[in-house]
């Protein structure tokens, strides 16, 4: 799962078919990859939002 949050975060559109497939060899269901999807993209979301404001930077 972490390997895959690591994908999504570098670079999403190398999400293949085989990495879902192997999140799902390991038991993770489609709802689980579905949220595991949308918590890692909106961490790294609110990240960058928050980078691109300087938010935290004194």
Known sequence: ???????????????SPA???GLREVGFNDQAIL???LIASWFNYINRV???????RE
Do not use: C, E, F, H
């Not at 928050?50 to 935290?56: E, I, R, S």
């Open 1 to 15: 799962m972490l390997d895959y949050v690591v994908q999504v975060t570098k670079d999403a559109t190398r999400i």
């Open 35 to 37: 949220q595991i999807t």
């Open 19 to 21: 990495d879902l497939d």
């Open 50 to 56: 928050a980078d691109a404001l300087g938010v935290g």
